[in-house]
């Protein structure tokens, strides 16, 4: 029961282009979003995060949309940069965070 | 970074033998989870800890154990290991339920293999 879902398993954009990752939920219940990025052999670290009463929070080169009548997320990357080639992982959870759900990941490559 | 620390960094052992892994952490956090990684599934909850002998299963328990006698140490523990449990396993932390953004901060995880 995979309550969260990121069904682009790899991306490539260009050096200075837009990078838009996908995400999909089922729970409404779901009350907090998060992006988390990981580089090979290191553990997640988080990227950027929304709340459900809002629909989009940017952080530099980093936007988070959320549209929770479609249950869907996404994060923009603008411009993007080749040391943001990892993988990308959303997430979800309900104000008690000790039930986060992860996507199965998206690896972004960006190319110089 | 958030000082989480996992030991061993990487295991190789046989069906059937215990294993035992460690996170440390020293940012003195009440929340401490332990996540699987798999290809094609994310991150998946193991087991968490809300404070010194508090735990509480998550969304793959079967087959873990974890206890935690100290608030900067929570052990995982598979009492019989079988292949279906060769993974990377990541540690988290967070200082408390409906944190800012409710981020967990993760440590650099175990490769474990078991043949």
């Known amino acids: 029961d995979q309550q969260v879902k990121q069904n682009s398993p790899s991306l490539s954009v260009q050096e200075g282009r837009i990078s838009i990752l996908n995400c999909d939920y089922t729970?409404?219940?779901?009350?907090?979003f998060l992006w988390y990025k990981k580089y090979p052999a290191e553990g997640p670290t988080f990227l950027i995060s929304?709340?459900?009463?809002?629909d989009k929070n940017e952080d530099g080169r980093f936007t988070v949309f959320l549209n929770k009548s479609a249950k869907h997320l996404s994060l923009h990357i603008v411009p993007s940069q080749p040391g943001d080639s990892a993988v990308y992982f959303c997430a979800a959870s309900t104000r008690n965070n000790n039930d986060m759900r992860f996507g199965a990941g998206t690896r972004l490559t960006v190319k110089p | 970074d958030a000082g989480i620390t996992q030991s061993p960094r990487h295991k190789v052992t046989e069906t059937g033998t215990p294993v035992t892994l460690r996170c440390h952490q020293t940012?003195?956090?009440?929340?401490m989870y332990w996540y699987r990684q798999d290809p094609g599934h994310g991150l998946r909850l193991i087991h968490y800890s809300y404070g010194v002998k508090d735990t509480d299963k998550g969304e793959v328990s079967d087959g873990y154990s974890v206890s935690r006698s100290k608030t900067e140490d929570f052990l995982l523990t598979l009492e019989s290991a079988t292949s279906s449990q060769t993974s990377v396993y990541f540690c988290?932390?967070?200082?408390?339920?409906?944190?800012?953004?409710?981020?967990?901060?993760f440590g650099p995880g175990t490769r474990l293999t078991v043949l």
């Open positions: 940012e003195n956090h009440r929340y």
């Open positions: 988290a932390i967070s200082p408390r339920q409906g944190y800012v953004g409710n981020e967990q901060f």
């Open positions: 929304i709340s459900s009463i809002k």
């Open positions: 729970n409404s219940m779901f009350d907090y």
